[in-house]
């Protein structure tokens, strides 16, 4: 080890002697951890641990490389390193040099440092990090870039939220391995042009830690463009910044390029269509085999996702079910990237499909909670010989694989073997909304702090898929069996059966058959089949007033003796000012009043009779944001069409009971 350390120290001398004015790295330097004394075995075990960190990750396909020094004694370290995956062999090595000079002094031989580098990540600490997926070590830098004067902060915000998501998708999508015990390239670059002539390039870098599953990738990148804009007050006017952390990293910068090949993910503001460009670079590597799996590779998967799609056009056939046409073709099949898994373990995860694992049961099938190696899931079992749960199970498993946002219920797999046809969820342990809301005891879990934020997060995932996703989504289905809630009470929504994709040119549509659920349809899709983003809007409407009230919107459940249902009750109130009445009494007095009234505002302004009266979620996000009520639009009387007198039909809309995913 002293020889090593010696060469390194020559090494050293001639860097620092070369570019003394080099800045030094951001840090995180974990104090509760304890410190260590200059000379001790921790201190070491520390150095050789970065010098085998620095040799291993610069030969590595992955730019990674992980492992521990000192192993079964007190002074064992285990650390990290994670060199940008565009940077040359040379560069990645003298990162883990400086972080070999810098890893001690910087952080005042604290047991716990992460230093990030414009080339390298590099991490020790005295615990085992290693072990888990969370991306613990997270070092947060603001950049200096400032959107320019003039330029529309919520455009730029959009278009950034567009350009992060499809970098962190293409992270994720082009990441191979030679073999399942070798770590993987993730890592992508992107570009977005065309927002505004005063805005001339928006810059982005995604990357994960090499021995992350893609499914870990994409869960860590999500939780970053999470923190970025509504977590901890980081958000830097959305226009440079970086998170990096033990397990992944996201940056985006405004005007020059701070990474060298070009952008594998091209976003272009006028069609605002992503582009992906060749499957990364390794520069200054010998990547021949990089080259031979990146030829090898695609045509695998083309011939898999070909393969799934005549499977299904198979089964349609012989089940004498007809493609439906203007819905998806094979290339929508291509989206498809989850885990195909197999009947076997989903059996074994469900202990065969057993009835005390049942978690709920819709108008499709049943859902069944499992263990799939370890992992909690839910999985949705279409029921035998439906022809709509076929089709149901296709737009979900179309749809949703494209979409990937912290307030959308994951889809990890699917199986489609022996007649079967399975979809596997994220487990969220908390059910769905409806289960919680409506029950007079279980309610009382709900306070105004957790409402809030559920009406927040499903606005945010109503606006990723009308606007930020890659193709426009309407949901169809909105309501509060449909949002889960995972183990903090965070709303995900989920079962898009119903759903519809639209391109980008298209802002509503017409169909014959209506389909949702009674109480939160709007009237124009009721009475004229006609759908759009504010149809959505409307069943958001409807959602919003039932948190706030704690009461069910069916048409079916009248109130008092003037015969009133819900929605005409709490406009009542709204007019004559005691909306106070209307308020879940469970909640007492511990809500804001101010936050109330704005939620109540905005739940009518979305239920009004025009859609073109209705705000878009882009809206309905802004005035959420909002702390000045004054300025809200005040709501047109909503419109009223669940009456008994009405008589509309509604023989062909379905109602799903479902007590969880």
């Known amino acids: 080890m002293h020889g090593r350390v010696a060469r390194v120290t020559a090494l050293l001398a001639a860097v620092l002697l070369a570019s003394s004015a080099a800045a030094q790295p951001w840090k995180s330097c974990d104090g509760a951890s304890g410190n260590y004394a ?35 004694t007190a002074a064992v370290v285990y650390g990290l390193m994670i060199c940008r995956g565009d940077v040359s062999t040379n560069d990645c090595f003298d990162c883990g040099t400086r972080a070999w000079q810098d890893a001690q002094p910087l952080c005042n ?69 030679p073999s399942s015990a070798s770590p993987r390239l993730y890592f992508a670059a992107g570009q977005l042009v065309g927002l505004d002539p005063r805005v001339p390039n928006i810059w982005s870098l995604a990357q994960c830690a090499g021995d992350l599953a893609p499914a870990q990738c994409r869960r860590c990148l999500d939780d970053l463009m999470a923190l970025w804009w509504n977590g ?33 993910v091209k976003l ?4 605002e269509v992503v582009v992906p460009a060749p499957a990364p670079s390794t520069a200054g590597k010998n990547n021949s085999e990089g080259k031979l799996f990146g030829i090898i590779l695609p ?24 493609l439906p046409h203007g819905t998806h073709t094979v290339e929508d099949f291509g989206s498809i990237k989850s885990t195909l898994l197999s009947l076997s373990s989903l059996q074994v995860a469900t202990n065969n499909f057993d009835e005390s694992n049942k978690l709920g049961e819709g108008g499709f099938g049943v859902v ?33 694989a494209k979409l990937h946002h912290k307030n959308l219920v994951r889809l990890e797999g699917f199986c489609l073997e022996e007649g079967e046809r399975l979809l596997v969820y994220e487990y969220m342990p908390n059910k769905s909304l409806d289960t919680i809301l409506f029950d007079p005891e279980e309610k009382i879990q709900l306070d105004w702090r957790k409402r809030f934020n559920i009406i927040e997060g499903v606005a945010r995932g109503l606006q990723y898929l009308h606007e930020e996703s890659q193709k426009k989504i309407i949901h169809r289905d909105m309501k509060a069996s449909n949002v889960l809630l995972d183990a903090d009470m965070n709303p995900k929504i989920g079962d898009f059966g119903l759903a519809r994709l639209f391109g980008q040119d298209q802002t509503r549509d017409v169909t014959k058959h209506i389909v949702g659920t009674f109480g939160y349809m709007s009237p124009e899709y009721v009475m004229r089949g006609q759908f759009s983003t504010k149809s959505d809007v409307f069943s958001f409407g409807i959602l919003v007033i039932e948190i706030v009230t704690g009461r069910r919107n069916t048409g079916h459940y009248f109130y008092d003796e003037q015969n009133e ?43 009004q009779q025009s859609p073109m009266d209705r705000p878009t979620m882009s809206d309905v996000m802004v005035m959420l944001s909002g702390d000045d009520t004054s300025s809200l639009p005040p709501a047109a009387r909503p419109t009223f069409f669940l009456d008994r007198s009405t008589g509309y039909s509604y023989n062909s809309c379905t109602i799903t009971h479902l007590s969880a995913r």
Not at 369 to 396: I, P, T, Y
Request: proline share 2%; with cysteine; hydrophobic share 40%.
């Open 109 to 177: 031989r604290t047991r716990d440092a992460a230093l990030v580098y414009n080339q390298c990540y590099v991490r020790v600490a005295a615990t085992n990090f290693l072990a888990s997926p969370n991306n613990t070590g997270m070092v947060s830098v603001v950049g200096g870039a400032t959107i320019p004067g003039g330029v529309d902060v919520a455009a730029y915000d959009a278009a950034l939220r567009r350009l992060l998501n499809a970098t962190a998708q293409y992270a994720v999508d082009s990441s191979s391995a």
């Open 268 to 271: 272009q503001m006028n069609g």
């Open 38 to 72: 200059a000379g001790s075995a921790y201190a070491n075990n520390t150095q050789q641990l970065i010098l085998d960190l620095q040799t291993n990750a610069s030969a590595s396909p992955a730019y990674f490389a992980s492992g521990s020094v000192g192993a079964g």
């Open 232 to 264: 901890s007050g980081f958000k830097p006017d959305g226009a440079s910044g970086r998170f990096a952390g033990s397990r992944c990293n996201l940056r985006s910068d405004l005007g020059d390029k701070f990474y060298t090949n070009s952008p594998m």
């Open 368 to 400: 069944y909670k499992g263990d799939l190696s370890g992992q909690e899931v839910a999985v949705k079992r279409m029921s035998k010989g439906s022809g709509q749960g076929l089709e149901e199970l296709k737009n979900e498993l179309v749809l949703v």
């Open 299 to 322: 045509i695998v998967f083309v011939v898999v996702v070909t393969a799934i799609a005549l499977y299904v056009c198979k089964k349609r056939r012989s089940q004498g079910i007809k």
């Open 565 to 607: 249902d819900i929605i005409s009750l709490v406009w009542r109130h709204w007019t004559e000012g005691t909306i106070a009445e209307m308020i879940d009494d469970s909640l007492g007095r511990n809500y804001s009043e101010t936050e109330v009234l704005k939620c109540v505002n905005i739940g009518l302004l979305c239920l």
